[in-house]
Structure formats: structure tokens, C-alpha cells
């Protein structure tokens, strides 16, 4: 079943968040099968307060998640992130079908 990671930042440092930490994450991504659902700036806080950026991505399941989360390639950008990033929120949700399971 899917499982979603969704993250919110605030950018600090743009320069070295384009130059640094996007190429990084993306390297990232590439051999966990992410599929990008939403990736933007361009954000309307409907109720609440709008993240600076936003990102949701699909796994194909909790496992694929953590093991990307927990990847010397995410690690990488991690580090850079610590120098360009503030208010940073990373989350793992459960596609649907698991969440409701979970909830019987």
C-alpha cells in the first residue's frame, strides 16, 4: 500500500538551496521509486498559515519511505539542508487503505 512523506520548509539561503540541497534530495529520490504528487511555492493557506515550500511524495509502501528517509543519499542532503532550511517538517502518512486498517 502507498505511503506518503509530506514536508514543509522555510528557505534560509536560496542560492545554496538550488545549488546544493535540491540536487541532493533529488539524487535521493532516485532509486526509492519516489513519485512526486506535489512539489511548490506556490502555496494557499485555505485555513491556518501557507510553509514557504511544499512537498508530497508517494513511496510504494512504509518500508520504501523509511528506507529512503534513512539513506546515506538523504542523509547527504540532510546535512545541507541544516544550512539553507529552517521549520522544517518532515511527515510519513499511510496511503488509505493501511490508516483505516489501523483504525478498526
Not at 43 to 71: K, N, T
Request: proline content about 5%; charged content about 20%; hydrophobic content about 45%.
Amino acid at each position: 500500500m502507498p505511503a506518503y512523506v509530506f514536508s514543509q520548509v522555510t528557505i534560509m539561503d536560496n542560492d545554496n538551496y538550488q545549488q546544493e540541497f535540491l540536487p541532493a534530495v533529488l539524487k535521493s529520490h532516485e532509486a526509492y521509486g519516489v513519485k512526486y504528487l506535489a512539489r511548490t511555492g506556490d502555496i494557499e493557506a485555505l485555513e491556518g498559515h501557507a510553509p514557504m515550500r511544499c512537498v508530497i511524495l508517494e513511496f510504494q509502501d512504509i518500508a520504501h519511505a523509511h528506507a529512503w528517509h534513512q539513506s546515506p543519499e538523504f542523509q547527504h542532503a540532510r546535512e545541507i539542508g541544516h544550512l539553507c532550511l529552517a521549520d522544517v517538517t518532515v511527515l510519513l502518512i499511510p496511503g488509505f487503505e493501511q490508516a483505516a486498517q489501523a483504525a478498526e
